[in-house]
């Protein structure tokens, strides 16, 4: 088995212990190991290491440079600085005797530049694995043939606290043209000792003619890694392949019979330093660092854990995942990366459960199990080993009995409905079905109903039913079950949001879509451990902002009671109204400090764009509100109840009499028009000059734009050209996009200018001073700015404890007395073109899946 093949995916994890490597890329034969001294290099993946590849064949020996991913092999690597072989012990039939053969040497590495070619001749040609041949001959080889070995269905596994059930595994006859057996054991996991066996009667290609190619029917194959940053005497065997004609060759004990004969002679590494030349985190710097607990155990209460590992909080979060099978627990610590769920992580930190509950037939009772639970949270060491133990007891979710024998179990009539659309699910909100879709049939079996959903806050959920196929001998269906899968947030440490329930009934009309609606209103969540799993919402260390964070459609009013805690040195607390049409957007939450192209620096404030436009039919001039943002930066300051409250519009006005003269013009077809294009041309109002931007004639619309970056220094960004004659229609409109920053601690309040564009047909409209002539006409009226001035009491400073209002209370914060007095208009500019990044919407949410696979041979 080569190393370099196949994929293991440990559960939720991606490792990545290093940022953008840099390795050699080359490759060549042995004869001319002279072409791998060459300088291409690749730095372009976030989760390689380093390596050299050796691949030994009869002939000839193929020498790679290259990186791989750190779990591009089966098992798991502990410490990618390593050296790895892949060997065999053989017998040759010609000569009667038994020989070595090394099939592929992989030395692994972490650092830049680390599999440089003149480690090529360093590698060790073998680890000299050898066994007594008197062993060999008694235990491998015998009389050369068999006619019957061990066979297993499928894998059996195991480890050292709950050993294999090899009983799977029976002696059967094999075809008369296979004389040898093969099994294997590969270990899983070689610190907890758990390891998978594998056993049956040989291929038949190795009774052929070609069988010594395939390396011959008596061997055993080998692989074995020894991590070179450790005590190098000591080594992992990851798997034992043994080919074999001796009867009961393959019994489960052969692997520790053999591993008490072999021995390995790892000869001279010191070529390879014990120590790494650089740490990781100096030679790859790692963009936002964020460094977690990495550990695991099975079947301990706690997991004693000093191991960290760095990754990126611009794309992972820490976390603790503890698994249920069965008796068994297996916990792990580490990191996840942000998309490894199917639905997305909306806060942190979090508790995720997935529940079982399940009908005994035998006992007449409704039991439930957990079968996973993960807590994720978002700074530095904050998935504490501490938290392990709380984990089983975070919350459990019921059902009641009644409600369970009446839409589950049913009466047991033995035919029952079952809505059918088993190929792909329907998706829309819950009284969405109607029969085209999923048509009812008679069911006899188990009717399975899948409900994902996709949007938690809004109903929207993605269904799919189907009757299951009868039970057999081998394989019995669950006939009652309900599996739940929620996640709790610690903004909402009393709502549990359903991310997927799958139903197993046997009542009739069990599979109707409303089935999920009744769960949810049946569903209690007992609280356990959640107040000390949620103790700490952040590090302790950063000063903390909590917000209220929500989002509505089309609605003037936002229920809230949902509030998240983010870092305050990056954040702070936003309502933001966009408006479409006559639908508006309302987002309440958090805000990036430079998510807006000129960092704010004064709290609290109100931001608005507007658009004053001219309409050809009606021939005037109309003011609309393309969005309004508040900005606040204390805790809870964003409180839902000022959404009412925020100005629909500041009423940016210029007279019509200007506004015909310089931006609509008279009609003329042609118009002097500054050319600068490629980019803004920065500096004080008086800096232009015709060699930054040209006049040209134009014979479409001018776009001109000021940018102002330092309101201080009446210091802007002037740009201006010829809009193309096959350029969208709305570049071929009169009208001027204003956006202006009320600072509601200056008193009066005075409006600064962020940007101004102008689309304009009247003749020279681009001339610079068209702003300072703007600005000195524009008028402004925001209404009632009371509610909105800044609470003496908390000032704008940093806090780490929440504001006394309680998230779920309708009350707005105290605020100062209001005023009906309008602010004037400042002719002191700034910038903020708008935010850079859109908002969010609508996160799409499905479930999520543990995968631990492993591909047999």
Not at 272 to 294: A, D, G, H, V
Not at 323 to 328: S, V
Not at 427 to 453: E, K, V, Y
Not at 539 to 545: A, G, K, L
Request: charged share 20%; hydrophobic share 30%; aromatic share 10%.
């Amino acid at each position: 088995m080569m190393i370099v093949q196949g994929l293991v995916l440990l559960l939720l994890l991606s490792i990545v212990p290093s940022n953008s490597l840099i390795c050699y890329e080359c490759e060549c034969n042995q004869s001319d190991t002279a072409a791998c001294n060459c300088d291409t290099t690749s730095d372009i993946t976030d989760n390689d290491y380093c390596v050299i590849l050796e691949q030994r064949y009869v002939d000839t020996t193929y020498i790679q440079l290259s990186r791989i991913p750190r779990n591009s092999s089966w098992i798991y690597i502990e410490d990618p600085y390593y050296i790895l072989t892949e060997e065999s012990i053989r017998y040759n039939l010609t000569t009667r005797q038994w020989y070595l053969w090394t099939g592929s040497i992989v030395f692994g590495c972490d650092w830049d530049r680390c599999n440089a070619p003149n480690l090529i001749n360093s590698l060790p040609n073998s680890f000299k694995y050898n066994i007594d041949s008197t062993w060999l001959d008694l235990n491998i080889r015998g009389s050369g043939a068999v006619t019957s070995c061990y066979h297993c269905d499928t894998e059996v596994c195991g480890d050292i606290t709950n050993p294999s059930d090899f009983s799977e595994c029976k002696i059967t006859t094999c075809d008369t043209n296979i004389t040898s057996c093969l099994t294997y054991d590969l270990w899983n996991n070689v610190a907890t000792g758990e390891q998978c066996y594998q056993s049956d009667c040989a291929p038949a290609y190795l009774n052929g003619a070609d069988a010594e190619t395939y390396g011959g029917k008596y061997r055993i194959d080998l692989e074995a890694v020894v991590y070179l940053a450790q005590d190098r005497s000591k080594y992992d065997i990851w798997e034992l392949d043994v080919y074999c004609a001796v009867n009961n060759c393959t019994r489960p004990t052969i692997f520790k019979e053999i591993i008490e004969q072999l021995r390995l002679e790892i000869g001279d590494l010191s070529a390879f330093p014990p120590i790494r030349p650089f740490p990781i985190e100096t030679t790859t710097p790692i963009p936002n660092p964020l460094r977690c607990y990495s550990c695991d155990c099975f079947d301990q209460p706690t997991c004693p854990c000093s191991s960290t590992v760095v990754s990126s909080l611009d794309y992972t979060y820490c976390v603790i995942v503890r698994e249920n099978f069965g008796q068994d627990t297996y916990i792990y610590a580490d990191y996840l990366e942000r998309d490894a769920t199917y639905m997305y992580i909306e806060e942190f930190p979090y508790a995720l459960v997935e529940e079982s509950i399940d009908y005994n037939e035998k006992t007449g009772v409704w039991l439930t199990t957990t079968n996973f639970v993960i807590y994720g949270c978002n700074w530095n060491l904050c998935n504490k080993p501490e938290y392990i133990p709380l984990l089983p007891n975070s919350y459990q979710m019921r059902l009641p009995e009644v409600w369970l024998n009446s839409s589950i179990l049913g009466t047991g009539q033995p035919v029952r409905d079952c809505h059918q659309c088993p190929d792909r699910p329907q998706c829309g909100t819950i009284d969405f079905l109607d029969a085209n879709t999923c048509p009812i049939q008679s069911c006899n079996t188990t009717c399975l109903i899948l409900d994902t959903h996709e949007d938690p806050e809004g109903d929207y959920l993605c269904y799919q039913s189907f009757c299951l196929p009868p039970d057999t001998q081998d394989y019995q269906l669950d006939r009652h079950k309900v599996e739940i899968e929620g996640i709790i947030y610690a903004g909402q440490p009393n709502v549990v949001h359903l991310w997927e329930v799958d139903v197993y009934c046997r009542a009739d009309d069990c599979s109707r879509p409303g089935i999920f609606r009744e769960l949810r209103e049946n569903l209690s969540v007992v609280p356990g451990t959640l107040a000390a799993l949620f103790n700490e919402t952040g590090d302790p260390n950063i000063p903390q902002r909590r917000c209220y964070d929500c989002y509505c459609y089309a609605r003037p009013n936002c229920t809230c009671d949902r509030t998240t805690t983010m870092s305050a040195n990056q954040t702070y607390c936003m309502i933001k109204l966009e408006h479409y049409g006559q639908d508006v957007w309302t987002t309440v939450g958090h805000i990036d400090q430079d998510s807006t192209h000129v960092h704010i620096q004064e709290f609290p404030y109100l931001l608005v764009e507007e658009s004053i436009l001219y309409d050809e039919q009606l021939m005037r001039w109309n003011t609309i509100t393309n969005f309004v943002m508040y900005g606040c930066n204390y805790d809870l300051c964003n409180h839902p109840s000022l959404i009412p409250l925020v100005p629909n519009s500041f009423q940016m006005r210029l007279p019509e009499d200007w506004l015909n003269a310089n931006v609509k013009g008279t009609g003329q077809p042609v118009r002097n028009c500054h050319e600068c294009p490629e980019q803004a041309q920065c500096g004080t109002s008086d800096f232009l000059d015709a060699s930054r931007c040209p006049i040209r004639e134009c014979n479409t619309t001018c776009l001109v734009s000021d940018i102002f970056d330092k309101p201080n220094d009446d210091l802007q960004c002037y740009q201006s050209y010829c809009v193309p004659r096959n350029a969208d229609t709305t570049m071929n409109t009169h009208r001027l996009e204003i956006e202006g920053l009320l600072n509601l601690n200056k008193q009066p309040p005075t409006i600064e200018l962020w940007e101004v564009d102008i689309y304009c047909r009247a003749d020279d409209c681009s001339r610079p001073e068209i702003f300072t002539e703007l600005k000195s006409k524009l008028t402004v009226a925001p209404g009632d700015l009371g509610p909105f001035k800044p609470q003496t009491s908390t000032s704008s400073q940093s806090t780490n404890n929440p504001a006394t209002t309680s998230p779920s209370t309708n009350n707005p914060p105290t605020t100062a007395s209001s005023t009906n007095n309008p602010p004037t208009t400042s002719t002191t500019p700034s910038k903020a073109s708008l935010l850079s990044g859109a908002s969010s919407f609508i996160p799409l949410v499905i479930t999520i899946f543990l995968i631990n696979f492993h591909n047999v041979l």
